[in-house]
């Protein structure tokens, strides 16, 4: 069984001047035009392709690859604006994804970014692009741990932090504590759970807790010193964002890291910078 809008493995049945013919289940034969076969293509194997209409609405295989797949949030840049339809954005595709009026929370423009799901309209079987975006997050209550990494969508800024989509799924709040720069609507950034609220709401970090953080962030430090002949020109007095640019971390963060490893006379402080001392016992779980 084929899926529109997702990769699928599939069999051809036969060949034409137009391309391969693949198996597509229910939905019947589903051409792939010539110009995506693989060159090494062997008859014998089943082909990796994504499945959408094209500007006929006939239903196509490609062997390229989408910015996002149905189900997916991403953000994406609008290209066009139909007085009539819509907004229309590039997602990887010769055909670009519509965006209807009904779609949107406001007015775009040409060269905006939008975040955006994509989905599969059920009213048509098209593969549209929705900025509603509430209505598309998972109603389940999200099963994350505090301190669990995760990955996560920045969708707009508030007072309080940055609104995010969790894992392709859940609403979450990235807060201004501890932010060394400010983030741009569209970043994909890598996190971790502060802990999950009553009601499903998740506050979000970019550091892990704790002793997880320290010992993790340690064992780095001590790499970057050993890569680097021993030496590095970081310490206690860096700015914030010199050392989020290195280690994404914040300062708070690098500071425990080097205070643990200092009283594990892991480090001499050079002042400016600092210098790593051998210590043939040490591990960063000490």
Same mark, same amino acid.
Not at 87 to 96: S, T
Not at 124 to 129: F, G, H, K, V
Not at 259 to 275: A, C, M, S, T, V
């Given at each position: 069984?084929?899926?529109?809008?997702?990769?699928?493995?599939?069999?051809? &049945?036969?060949?034409?001047?137009?391309?391969?013919?693949?198996?597509?289940?229910?939905?019947?034969? &589903?051409?792939?035009?010539?110009?995506?076969?693989?060159?090494?293509?062997?008859?014998?194997?089943?082909?990796?392709?994504?499945?959408?209409?094209?500007?006929?609405?006939?239903?196509?295989?490609?062997?390229?690859?989408?910015?996002?797949?149905?189900?997916?949030?991403?953000?994406?840049?609008?290209?066009?604006?139909?007085?009539?339809?819509? !907004?229309?954005?590039?997602?990887?595709?010769?055909?670009?994804?519509?965006?209807?009026?009904?779609?949107?929370?406001?007015? @775009?423009?040409?060269?905006?970014?939008? #975040?955006?799901?994509?989905?599969?309209?059920?009213?048509?079987?098209?593969?549209?692009?929705? !900025?509603?975006?509430?209505?598309?997050?998972?109603?389940?209550?999200?099963?994350?741990?505090?301190?669990?990494? #995760?990955?996560?969508?920045?969708?707009?800024?508030?007072?309080?932090?940055?609104?995010? &989509?969790?894992?392709? !799924?859940?609403?979450?709040?990235?807060?201004?504590?501890?932010?060394?720069?400010?983030?741009?609507?569209?970043? @994909?950034?890598?996190?971790?759970?502060?802990?999950?609220?009553?009601?499903?709401? &998740?506050?979000?970090?970019?550091?892990?807790?704790?002793?997880?953080?320290?010992?993790?962030?340690?064992?780095?430090?001590?790499? !970057?010193?050993?890569? +680097?002949?021993?030496?590095?020109?970081?310490?206690?007095?860096?700015?914030?964002?010199?050392?989020?640019?290195?280690?994404?971390?914040?300062?708070?963060?690098?500071?425990?890291?080097?205070?643990?490893?200092?009283?594990?006379?892991?480090?001499?402080?050079?002042?400016?910078?600092?210098?790593?001392?051998? +210590?043939?016992?040490?591990?960063?779980?000490?």
């Amino acid at each position: 069984m084929a899926f529109i809008g997702q990769r699928n493995l599939l069999s051809a &049945i036969r060949e034409s001047a137009s391309g391969l013919h693949l198996d597509g289940g229910k939905l019947g034969e &589903i051409l792939l035009p010539g110009r995506y076969i693989p060159r090494d293509w062997n008859p014998s194997e089943k082909l990796d392709v994504f499945i959408y209409r094209d500007s006929e609405d006939r239903l196509v295989a490609t062997t390229e690859k989408p910015f996002a797949m149905v189900g997916d949030f991403a953000s994406l840049r609008v290209v066009s604006v139909n007085e009539k339809v819509g !907004a229309f954005l590039d997602w990887g595709l010769p055909k670009d994804l519509l965006l209807p009026f009904r779609e949107q929370n406001g007015p @775009v423009r040409v060269g905006q970014r939008v #975040v955006a799901c994509v989905c599969l309209d059920a009213k048509t079987d098209r593969i549209i692009a929705s !900025a509603r975006l509430n209505r598309h997050l998972s109603a389940d209550t999200p099963a994350y741990q505090d301190g669990a990494p #995760v990955t996560f969508l920045i969708t707009g800024r508030t007072p309080l932090g940055y609104s995010a &989509i969790v894992q392709n !799924a859940h609403r979450g709040l990235l807060y201004h504590d501890n932010l060394a720069a400010s983030l741009e609507v569209g970043q @994909v950034v890598k996190g971790f759970v502060r802990t999950v609220r009553p009601g499903g709401k &998740i506050d979000l970090s970019l550091d892990a807790a704790g002793y997880q953080r320290v010992a993790g962030l340690a064992g780095r430090i001590v790499e !970057a010193l050993q890569r +680097n002949g021993g030496e590095l020109h970081f310490d206690d007095d860096s700015s914030p964002i010199a050392i989020r640019e290195a280690f994404g971390v914040s300062k708070s963060a690098f500071k425990q890291a080097l205070g643990k490893l200092y009283k594990q006379r892991r480090i001499r402080f050079e002042r400016p910078g600092i210098r790593l001392l051998e +210590n043939d016992n040490w591990s960063p779980g000490q």
